[in-house]
């Protein structure tokens, strides 16, 4: 079954404590991105790649770090949580770029303490 | 870049109502058009598309048609069910850019 999986789905954490959520896809897509999602403010992307070893900031990448050593895996990692970080963050991946239909995983609902 | 601009919600109906949620876009060249819908606790999921103009893209009851000339593509649907309550978002896709960008969403609350 084609997919994307994220995990985990629920985390609550602390400020300043490093974490990682993962994202993993099975369609062989190129394309992987991640977004938050906030009340009011719809989807807005985070970081994005189109193949490995190959990323680029979207639209709100400031404390964020994304890595994509796999064609499969693109990891969020937030070295240093911080309150307004809380949100509800969603991966997707696709073939090519952006002409073609987007697959998102369940999301992960992040709470920083 | 390409952005898209969609209707404010909550969308609040009866059942068996008609619905149309408006969606104009921006883009350079000629994007595939989509609609996802995100129901709760789900991430969101393809609903329907079209990948030229006067194309119409249709599933569960819900239309699409992809307007060039007034660079639109509108979700309609004849009779909406307590089934449909969901956040609808509007995408446009791009062969030349490198963002894929959604509309803010659009809830829809139907009422028995």
């Known amino acids: 079954e084609a997919q994307v999986t994220q995990n985990p789905r629920y985390l609550i954490t602390v400020t300043g404590k490093k974490l990682t959520v993962t994202c993993s896809q099975n369609m062989n897509h190129e394309y992987m991105s991640w977004y938050r999602q906030d009340p009011g403010l719809g989807l807005r992307q985070i970081y994005y790649?189109?193949?490995?070893?190959?990323?680029d900031k979207g639209d709100v990448p400031e404390g964020y770090k994304v890595s994509r050593k796999e064609k499969r895996n693109f990891p969020l990692i937030l070295e240093s949580p911080s309150p307004n970080q809380t949100s509800l963050y969603f991966c997707?991946?696709?073939?090519?770029?952006?002409?073609?239909?987007?697959?998102f995983g369940q999301g992960t609902r992040l709470t920083v303490v | 870049g390409n952005s898209v601009t969609q209707m404010e919600g909550p969308v609040t109906l009866s059942e068996e109502a008609f619905l149309t949620i408006n969606c104009t876009y921006t883009a350079t060249g000629y994007p595939s058009l989509f609609w996802y819908v995100q129901y709760p606790g789900e991430g969101l999921q393809l609903l329907l598309k079209a990948t030229k103009a006067d194309d119409k893209g249709s599933n569960k009851g819900f239309e699409a048609t992809y307007r060039k000339e007034t660079t639109s593509f509108h979700l309609e649907k004849g009779s909406v069910q307590v089934s449909d309550s969901a956040v609808y978002f509007c995408a446009p896709g791009s062969y030349n850019t490198d963002k894929l960008i959604f509309g803010t969403g659009t809830r829809l609350q139907v009422f028995p």
């Open positions: 790649s189109m193949n490995v070893e190959v990323t």
């Open positions: 997707a991946s696709s073939f090519i770029r952006g002409n073609t239909e987007a697959f």
